[in-house]
């Protein structure tokens, strides 16, 4: 994917803490912006809407129990 593009909400100051997204017709993909030859997540575009609200839904969850909620 060459079309990435920072987050909007990039955190204070420079955006130290930001993410980045690429799309395509079919998947999303999402990437640290301080690393980004590391792993990249990369979603079916139906799965991702789904992904940030269980994120923001269980903002303090574990890992663990986002596995589980995910079902």
């Known amino acids: 994917m060459d079309n990435w593009r920072k987050s909007s909400y990039s955190g ?3 955006g130290n ?3 980045e997204i690429a799309t395509t017709p079919t998947h999303i993909a999402v990437r640290d912006s301080k690393a980004p030859a590391r792993a990249t997540l990369t979603f079916p575009a139906g799965a991702f ?3 940030l609200e269980a994120l923001k ?3 303090h969850s574990t890992v663990t129990d986002f596995a589980r909620f995910r079902g």
């Open 12 to 14: 204070p100051g420079d």
């Open 17 to 19: 803490e930001c993410v």
């Open 49 to 51: 809407t789904p992904f």
């Open 57 to 59: 839904t269980h903002a």
